[in-house]
Structures are given as structure tokens and as C-alpha cells.
């Protein structure tokens, strides 16, 4: 049996985790949204978006297509730079704004969704679990942009977006439980904006003499009384944290010692003096290490965290779903296989031409699907392959043989753990286990025919579905290659990886759902 994995005993964040999970459960969770969630979409932070804006002005002005123009425009970035620096941050937008007067809405849109339509936007798996945890928390974000409502329309399976956004068109505060509150307001791509827009300095200053302003009437409606609070995508060095600190501060509100922030752990001795500092201030820390974190985070928040041992708590949910989508009878069907089978290589095809995979590297694909053995056990099968064809009796063996532990700290290979954590996984030859807590039993059934190992890397990428947003399905890819191709993407990595993970979820999703009814 594999060594169970326990908790650093001075680590806080199972104790967290389980009083998050207890404010949700009671309907008393309040999760408020800053900047960092959109990062990931293609939005700037707070000081990116005011050079953005600063630069853009400086363009406008000018022009672009005169003589002038063209000879300014090499100086603009230096020009903006300068204008920045003597203007400060934060005064900026109001230096912007009653330079444009009219026009300062569609160039805040300009620079916000840089010529991005809201169909056009990319969400991301934060934005999907936040939604999920809609179900009994209550959303806040400081952010202008509608990605939360995006993935609320998701969620409840309608293309209304807008019915999800508050404060309305009019300026009236929705009455309705699944919202999206805007306490600064929003901004559309065509310039149109809410009433009361936060985002100017002069905006700021209001806030802090006007106790009655609608932003700090959700703040103390947030923050107060016996509310749990738990803050994501916001730098605790960020100002506009920095103004909610003085706000609890000088209100003397309740639930100090209620408020909980997700914040990155980059170096350990510096984050304990940070976590003391925070901590006398009445705030909890929550560190991750990756942004990609964040999603099961929340996934614990909403289910409660496993213990050492034990399978996720969300795996019931994840099963019946897979079973009404793909019962198991069809999984192991003649049929199922043969289309699984001709996705999968199609998949390898795509792959190959999409990202150049030179002649010499061999890659394959893999399909992961759960399963409950029983009613308290369930392992991740490996239920088809891009390799070969089987029939549904040789499928059902290959499934028994190829199986993985998903328990917490028992899980078995790169599938099981990118399964159990809900994030991607890729390990190049060399760079790390991917044999993790296998016995010398499965070593030697999980070698090829050949009686060797085939493949050298691998990438696993979970497919996560479902309105709790879980995880139902993991797909790999294999190279013979220690270096393969997806490791040579270089300044690209941040275009390209996505891209492959999208392909790969969607041949996936694919054999589970679009194609489930022709194996029945």
C-alpha cells in the first residue's frame, strides 16, 4: 500500500478550507473577485490598463494617419511613459477623462476589450467554478467585464448573459438570487457603462467620504455580520485592496477575522512575516502555488476537501453524470470502442499537422473514463486509444488491468492526479515521476507489447463538465520523445498549450456526449 501523504501540520489551509466549506454549505459565503481572474482572459491589470489608456489617449489625439502622426508614433511609447510617471497611477483615468469628456466611454472600452466582441471572449476554468459555486454563495467583483456572467449563462444553459449582470441598464440592483454584482460598475465593448462607475481617482475619493455610496453598501452588506468572506485575484499590495482594508478598518466591521484571500506562496520565509503582518489585520492567507490552482480550491470550498485516503468528494456526482451521459454498457460496445478508436487517431492526425510533430516522433492518445467499482470505491480506466481497435470484451479487460487510484494521496500516475486535482499535468523524460504510487504488479501491466515502456513524455488534460464543474474524463497524449514537441513551444508556450489542451478536451468531449447515442 503507498504512503499516505499528510498535511504539514503547521499548514492552516485544510482548517480553512473546512470553515469556507461550512459558511457555503449554510448559504453565508461571499466571494469577491478582483483583477487577477480576468488576467487569464486577455484583460490587464489595474497598471497595465492605465498605460494601455494613457497611450491610447496620446494616439487619439494625434492622430494616426497624418505626417505628424507618423513621426510622433515612435515616440508614444516614451511619451506615454513620461505622462505616466508624472501623472501617477491612479490619476490617470481622471487625466483621461476630462480630456475626452464624451468620448472617455468607448476609448475605456477600446483599451478593456482591445476590439474584442463578448463572443469573443475566453473563459477560463475559474470563471466556470465560480458560477458553480453560485449555487449558495454569493458573487462580488470589482472587475468591469462580463466573463463571470459568460460562464453563469453557462451554467443555467441560456445565451442571456445580461440577465446575470447587476446593477441592470437602468441602474437598478437585480432581485435575484444567481447575479453577478458590479461594485464599480461595467463597461461593454461599445462604450456603454453602468451608473456609478468606479474608476477614477476622483471616483476613489468619493468612495471614502460617502459611507451611503452604492460600492460601500455592498461592501458592509459583504462584510459584516456573520458573513464568511473569501477574496480572489487581488494583490495584497493592490491600492484598491489596500482602500477595502481602510474601509473595514475605519467601519470597525464584524467579520474582520471571517475574511479569507487566495494569494500566491513565491517565497516561503517572506510569506510567513506577509501571513503574520495580514493575520494581525484580522485576514487569513490561503496560498497556492499556480494561478491553476484556483479552480480546485474552489472545488474544495464547494464539496468539503478530501481527507489522506480518501476519493474525492465530488466523485458521485462525476459518475452519475458520466453514466447518463455514456453508460457503461455502451462504453464497452462494439460500436463506442470503433468510434472512440477512429476520435482518438484523428486526434494524433490533428495534432501532427496543427503543431508540425516531425516524421521521427511517434505520439498517442489515451482516454480515461471513472468508474465505481462499488459503493466506496472508484478508479480512473483507461477505456480507449488511439494505439488499436478492440471489441467491447477485449475493452472491458484492458479497463479491469488498466486502472488507477484517484484517493487522496494514493493516486496512481499522471491520469490519476491530473483527474483528482482537476489541472493539467505534463512531465517531459527526465523531468519527473510518472510511474507515482505504482506497484510492481501494475509496472509490469502497463508496459506495451513489446515488454518495454514506448513512450518517454506524457501530458494529461482533465475534461471537466457537469454544472458543479468537475472533472468526468482525462485524456492524454504520449511522445517517444524526451524533448517533444509540445516543449520546444518556447515565447509561444502561452498561445500554443492552450490550443493543444482545447483540441485534445474537445475529441474527448466528443466521445463521451456528441457521439454516446450512435454506440446505444
Excluded at 418 to 432: D, I, K, L, M
Aim: aromatic share 10%; charged share 25%; glycine share 6%.
Amino acid at each position: 500500500m503507498p504512503k499516505r501523504k499528510q498535511t504539514p501540520p503547521n499548514d492552516p489551509r485544510s482548517a480553512y478550507i473546512k470553515r469556507l466549506h461550512g459558511a457555503y454549505s449554510k448559504g453565508r459565503l461571499n466571494l469577491f473577485i478582483g483583477a487577477g481572474i480576468s488576467q487569464g482572459s486577455g484583460f490587464d491589470g489595474w497598471e497595465a490598463f492605465n498605460k494601455k489608456l494613457i497611450r491610447r489617449y496620446l494616439e487619439t489625439t494625434i492622430g494616426s494617419s497624418t505626417p505628424a502622426a507618423m513621426l510622433a508614433s515612435t515616440s508614444f511609447e516614451s511619451a506615454s511613459e513620461a505622462l505616466y510617471e508624472i501623472l501617477g497611477r491612479d490619476a490617470v483615468a481622471d487625466f483621461v477623462s476630462r480630456a475626452t469628456s464624451r468620448h472617455f466611454g468607448r476609448l475605456l472600452a477600446d483599451v478593456l476589450f482591445d476590439n474584442r466582441r463578448i463572443e469573443d471572449l475566453p473563459l477560463k476554468s475559474s470563471h466556470y467554478q465560480l458560477a458553480a459555486l453560485s449555487e449558495r454563495a454569493r458573487l462580488f467583483t470589482l472587475n468591469f467585464d462580463p466573463l463571470l456572467e459568460l460562464a453563469m449563462a453557462r451554467k443555467f444553459q441560456t445565451e442571456e448573459w445580461l440577465r446575470f449582470r447587476s446593477p441592470g441598464q437602468t441602474g437598478a440592483v437585480l432581485k435575484r438570487k444567481h447575479k453577478i454584482e458590479h461594485l464599480h460598475g461595467w463597461i461593454d465593448p461599445d462604450g456603454k457603462r453602468s451608473k456609478n462607475v468606479v474608476l477614477t481617482e476622483s471616483d476613489y475619493l468619493e468612495l471614502t467620504t460617502h459611507s451611503t455610496a452604492h460600492a460601500n453598501k455592498f461592501l458592509k452588506k459583504m462584510l459584516a455580520s456573520q458573513d464568511t468572506t473569501l477574496i480572489l485575484g487581488m494583490s495584497l499590495a493592490d491600492p484598491n485592496f489596500r482602500r477595502i482594508l481602510y474601509f473595514l478598518n475605519k467601519h470597525k466591521l464584524s467579520s474582520r477575522e471571517r475574511i479569507y484571500v487566495v494569494t500566491r506562496k513565491d517565497r516561503p520565509a517572506i510569506d510567513h512575516y506577509a501571513e503574520v503582518h495580514w493575520v494581525s489585520r484580522g485576514l487569513r492567507l490561503l496560498f497556492i502555488k499556480h494561478h491553476d490552482d484556483i479552480p480546485g480550491l474552489l472545488r474544495d470550498v464547494q464539496w468539503s476537501e478530501a481527507g489522506p485516503g480518501d476519493l474525492p468528494k465530488w466523485i458521485g456526482e462525476a459518475i452519475e453524470w458520466r453514466e447518463k451521459k455514456l453508460p457503461t454498457f455502451a462504453v464497452f460496445s462494439d460500436a463506442w470502442q470503433k468510434i472512440a478508436y477512429d476520435s482518438l487517431n484523428a486526434l494524433t492526425a490533428e495534432i501532427r499537422n496543427l503543431f508540425a510533430v516531425p516524421d521521427n516522433e511517434k505520439i498517442s492518445t489515451g482516454l480515461f473514463l471513472p468508474f465505481g467499482d462499488s459503493r466506496s470505491n472508484a478508479m480512473l480506466r483507461l477505456v480507449a486509444t488511439s494505439r488499436n481497435v478492440v471489441d467491447g470484451q477485449k475493452a472491458i479487460y484492458r479497463a479491469t488491468k488498466r486502472a488507477l487510484s484517484i484517493r487522496k494521496g494514493e493516486e496512481q500516475g499522471i491520469a490519476g492526479v491530473c483527474y483528482a486535482s482537476g489541472t493539467s499535468r505534463s512531465v517531459e523524460f527526465g523531468a519527473g515521476q510518472v510511474d507515482i504510487n505504482f506497484t510492481p504488479e501494475m509496472m509490469q501491466k502497463w508496459t506495451s507489447q513489446s515488454g518495454y515502456r514506448d513512450w518517454r513524455s506524457i501530458v494529461a488534460v482533465p475534461v471537466i463538465d457537469t454544472r458543479y464543474w468537475i472533472p468526468v474524463a482525462v485524456i492524454t497524449l504520449t511522445s517517444n520523445m524526451p524533448s517533444p514537441f509540445w516543449s520546444n513551444f518556447g515565447s509561444k508556450t502561452n498561445l500554443l498549450e492552450p490550443e493543444l489542451y482545447t483540441v485534445m478536451r474537445r475529441t474527448a468531449h466528443f466521445c463521451i456526449v456528441d457521439f454516446a447515442s450512435n454506440a446505444k
